[in-house]
């Protein structure tokens, strides 16, 4: 089977969607299958790799968007795929290639569509407040989607609350959980010394694996912090990741036991990071997933994570959802942080292995093959 997979905001710094489409590509190499990736990037270039070939095609730089680029030339994303001819297409974007969809329909291809956000999450989080409470954002969400839907064979949400959008029109979609890379993330990873450059014994070690976007709120750790250091709590944040607010962030900090690491482009100091720490913080209200979350877990590291996200769906009882403020967050550390070390880290390695890229990818292939044989 030929499987092409076309997405945009796919970058050097981006996180979940670039992790997921080499995983499900990976995943389809070892089952036989052809792959073919279509991406956005700052020069044009088509090379193989180990998640298939890889197609760049030089795209628009959005300003403010911390390195994220789009794909304007669609007429040629078309020509790529026609060359290619492809028996599934899977579409990784509700914008420039969403259009996708259609041309797939009209050549008798079936063709997926992942919501890795949901579209009322990003309206909130992008207009202006005052806009934002004038306007109906869920009827707009709700048009957006019913268009999307009409494009594509099937759209696959990646949890209960990605899903919610969709029901609350109408629209049918399948769930599709994300996995985890269980090897590379590992509580065997766990090191002193990379621990010790930021606390020494007897205080907590944090770590916040995240954008620093507007919609992710990293605003809502820095201030936990704070309440915890007000608290008399011995605790020291280490944030691993960029954004357009990377410079606000940096200023709300002054003073506090946080580090900016910038993004970690070191494969094993992030796992280093991510088993080292006593509690990874998810603190974005609109996240559909959250693999860094899953990775913590994978690596033996609980999370609190914001209730209003899928969050809770993906951590389980391994670790603990908060509202959406600084004192609730801070509660929500100090409940996971009193628990038995030992304990939470088996809890949070046991959820992970729940989740492995394997099922995943077994599941997207069972998908494909019913949508090919209807």
């Known amino acids: 089977m030929r499987i092409a997979h076309i997405a945009n905001f796919y970058g050097p710094t981006s996180g979940g969607l670039r992790t997921a489409m080499h995983a499900l590509g990976t ?8 792959v073919l990736l279509v991406v956005p990037g700052p020069v044009d270039a088509d090379e ?4 298939g070939r890889r197609i760049t095609l030089q795209s628009l730089l959005l300003p403010s968007s911390g390195g994220y680029r789009v794909i304007t030339r669609t007429h040629e994303v078309r020509g790529i795929l026609t060359g290619f001819a492809p028996d599934v297409l899977e579409v990784s974007d509700r914008t420039t290639l969403r259009s996708l969809g259609g041309w797939a329909s ?44 009409r494009r594509f064979t099937t759209v696959v949400c990646t949890t209960e609350f990605a899903r919610a959008e969709f029901a609350r029109a109408g629209l049918a979609s399948v769930k599709v959980p994300l996995g985890v890379d269980l090897e ?9 010394a990379v621990r010790s450059r930021y606390v020494s014994d007897g205080a907590s070690l944090l770590l916040m694996a995240s954008r620093l976007s507007t919609e992710k709120r990293p605003d809502l750790a820095i201030e936990a912090v ?25 200023e709300l900090a002054q003073g506090l036991p946080v580090t900016f690491l910038g993004f970690v482009s070191d494969n094993e100091l992030f796992a280093q990071l991510l088993a080292s720490a006593d509690v990874v913080i998810a603190p974005g209200p609109i996240e559909t997933f959250g693999l860094a979350a899953l990775e913590a877990l994978a690596s033996g590291t609980p999370a609190v994570v914001n209730a209003a996200s899928a969050l809770p769906e993906v951590v389980a009882d391994a670790g603990r959802a908060a509202d959406g403020t ?7 550390l100090e409940a996971v942080l009193a628990a038995d070390p030992d304990e939470r880290r088996a809890v949070s390695r046991s959820r992970a292995e729940t989740m492995p890229w394997s ?6 292939l069972a998908l494909h093959a019913a949508a090919r044989g209807g």
């Open 326 to 332: 600084p004192e609730a967050f801070a509660n929500a």
């Open 106 to 149: 009209s050549r008798g291809i079936p063709a997926v569509f992942f919501a890795h956000e949901r579209a009322d999450g990003i309206l909130r989080a992008n207009l202006p407040s005052w806009l934002g409470d004038r306007l109906p954002v869920e009827r707009l969400a709700d048009w957006h989607n019913r268009g999307t839907h």
């Open 226 to 250: 704070r309440v915890l250091t007000d608290r008399g709590r011995s605790v020291h944040l280490v944030s691993a990741g960029t954004g357009n607010v990377a410079t606000q962030m940096r």
């Open 184 to 192: 590379r993330f590992h509580p065997r990873n766990a090191n002193a």
């Open 359 to 364: 099922a995943t990818v077994d599941r997207m």
């Open 27 to 34: 995943g389809y190499l070892e089952r036989g299958h052809e």
């Open 48 to 51: 193989q790799t180990p998640h």
